[in-house]
């Protein structure tokens, strides 16, 4: 498996309107995009800090994952996601080496990406993303 680089770090928010403002207007980071994933029930934002972007994850429903997530731990750092050359063979050698997964095969993700989670019980309790920039 060939990790590139951290691709993002996925931050659970309650509102993406309030969250905003403390990335561009203390940190000084500018918003690229918003964007809704309705599979997902999640509504992100991104930002760039040199290579790695961070995600903030706002959802769109209860039932959806970050709705899960943030009703059990709160708000904060949800995910970390590697890019990683050749998405499939990444997650079939993680569950070759005992690692459980979340997906099996990859799904499309926010900016188009193909991505796949691995469990956090399999991962020190890091839910882990790999994605894949196909375009």
Known sequence: ????????IGIAVNSLDEAIPYYEEILGLKCYAIEEVKDQKVKTAFFKVGDTKIELLESTDPEGPIGKFVEKRGQGIH?????????????????????????????RGAEGLDIGFLHPKSTFGVLTEFCEDRK
């Not at 498996?1 to 951290?6: A, E, G, S």
Request: no cysteine; hydrophobic share 40%; proline share 3%.
């Open 1 to 8: 498996m060939k990790l590139t680089h951290i691709e993002h």
């Open 79 to 107: 995910h970390l996601a590697f890019a990683v050359d050749g998405i499939e063979n990444a997650l079939k050698e993680a569950e070759e080496k005992g690692i459980r997964l979340i997906d099996k095969q990859p799904r």
